[in-house]
């Protein structure tokens, strides 16, 4: 009985391991991409452009590219907005800091880059081997979609901005900060003595 099973397990195994090994090495390889922010987000342009490219040239899909739109337009709102939630999460105290005296809370996003750019590429890739396929090229007159998807654009964005403005937050890291306090006060206390 023993031999039985050893026999069904090594005829699977080959399989599982062929991909479990392909699995580790696309991790292996994404995992390398991670700091390398510039160089992926190229890529995916690159990625972007031969999907619009495949779009103009059939003249079709653009129901895909609408959905396709809605879930870019999902990630957009999951990366600009903080991991806690002042409206949707009350406490006992603010989460972010709302008056200059408030302790400084580094902004900590609901949805990370990595992730961000991880989906927004898989979404793309998707999105053009769908292009592939005649049942996806459902007939409709794209230029209404464009319109709603602007309008819903606006609309998700303006209310978005509203919330960074009440709970004064920025989204994006503008660099290090560097204090220039003492360099100033140094280089003004040596022309002095001179």
């Known amino acids: 009985m023993e031999g039985v099973v050893g026999e069904g397990a090594s005829v699977a195994s080959p399989v599982a391991q062929w991909g479990h090994d392909a ?48 879930y870019l337009l999902n990630l957009l709102i999951g990366f600009l907005s903080p991991l806690v939630d002042p409206e949707l999460e009350p406490s006992d105290g603010p989460l972010l800091p709302t008056k200059g005296s408030d302790e400084f809370k580094p902004f900590i996003r609901r949805l990370p880059e990595f992730k961000f750019w991880y989906s927004f590429t898989k979404a793309f890739c998707i999105a053009f081997v769908m292009t592939f396929f005649s049942m996806f090229d459902v007939p409709v007159f794209w230029p209404i979609l464009l319109c709603y998807w602007i309008v819903l654009f606006a609309l998700t964005m303006r209310r978005q901005i509203a919330h960074m403005i009440k709970y004064k937050y920025i989204p994006f890291n503008i660099g290090k900060q560097k204090y220039v306090g003492k360099k100033a006060s140094a280089s003004s206390c040596g022309s002095r003595g001179d």
Not at 32 to 48: A, D
Request: proline share 2%; aromatic share 28%.
């Open 23 to 70: 699995w580790r090495m696309y991790q292996y390889y994404l995992d390398k991409t991670t700091p390398h922010t510039i160089y992926r987000w190229i890529g995916s342009l690159v990625i972007v452009a031969i999907y619009c490219w495949r779009v103009y040239y059939v003249q079709g899909f653009y129901i895909v590219s609408y959905g396709l739109g809605i």
